[in-house]
């Protein structure tokens, strides 16, 4: 485990890289179809393509794309998935070779391997496409949204719907192998789904009465559950997050209402909890825990749980980060931020249109980035925005 030495280490390493430094103004910049300037400073990064994916209608008002960009390493193509039901493959340079209706707005991104591409539908479908084609292999009926990106565990797809059920379906059929349910709660909840995370024969999963839950992949069995929230609290208590996992044998997890927890994976113990509510998304990256959330960006010791630093965010609120090239990208509804990890403070801040409301999709040098207004860019980073 990274020790605080290392977390020193790790961050002076991107300073030397000349990849992190001062920044006393978070300069803004927008959409290179219509706003000025046209590009972001070339020492950040450069857009390569843009495509616009969805029309504007007059009666849209704050419009939303929630699913994060797929990537398909086999056939080098990426695949965006938007609110107008579609699904769409391009090659690395914008070029289109496929579309596949589902006819409903998407609430998570794709997951593809191997060649094939699994897509969660708010329809009440999971659909298993060629993702070379986009021609249908198999389609599993769940009859309900589905919210998360479906996670590949051996022979299994798991993927969580909006109403608190994880379904486990046969890869190579599209068969219900099985599924666990909970009751939602009588009080408010988030509007958002856990995704699971998988490691071995076992899966977690959080779920939106403030539950963390720990599942045999072999039947969906309770290995055990632990609530999230403390005593006296029943509205927000969701627990979002999708668990993360080092390499000691913690799991962390935050509850909406109830903080940010770390727990022995095998047995549920709960190891250290940090009351900071809030909390909708986390990012491991060595001994280090980035959490984000609602207006807040913060940083912990994933060992300690000691705070390293925390930044209230301009935005509304802070979505699923992702870490390249020494700057944590981070999509904040109004923009995407490019913020130190040191400190957490906001280096620049990009608009391509509406807002950001997906994660960024890395593939090497490049990221390819969903804008709320519906277009689709590919981003070339620089790596040199000290």
Known sequence: MRTASGWKRWVGGLAAAGLLGACTTVPVYGNPVTAAPVQPPHHFFTVDWWRQLVSPTLLEYAPREHAQPAYDAKNERVLALTRDGLVRSFDPEGTEFW?????????????????????????????ALDAKTGALKWKYAAGEALATAPVLAGDLVLVASQSDTLFAVKRATGELAWLYRRDPPAGFTIHRAST??????????????????????????????????PGGVTQFVDVDTSPVLDESGHVYAASYAGGLYALDAETGDVVWNSVAQGITSLLLHGNVLVATGDNRLDAYLADSGKLLWSQTLEERAGLEP???????????QRSLLFVDPRTGQSRLAWNPGEGISAPPRVVGGKVYVLSNNGYLYSLRLDGRSG
Do not use: C
């Not at 579309?99 to 593809?112: I, K, Q």
């Not at 977690?204 to 999230?228: I, N």
């Not at 992702?322 to 904040?332: C, F, Q, R, S, T």
């Open 196 to 229: 699971p995370a998988v490691r071995g024969q076992t899966a977690w999963v959080g779920f939106s009465d403030g539950s963390l839950v720990s599942l045999d992949l072999d039947d969906g069995g309770v290995r055990w559950e632990k609530t999230l929230v």
């Open 322 to 332: 992702v870490l390249v090239k020494g700057m944590l990208l981070v999509p904040a």
């Open 99 to 127: 579309r596949y209706t589902v006819g409903n707005r998407f609430y998570a991104g794709a997951t593809v391997d191997d060649g094939i591409a699994y897509v969660p539908g708010s329809d009440g479908a999971l659909h």
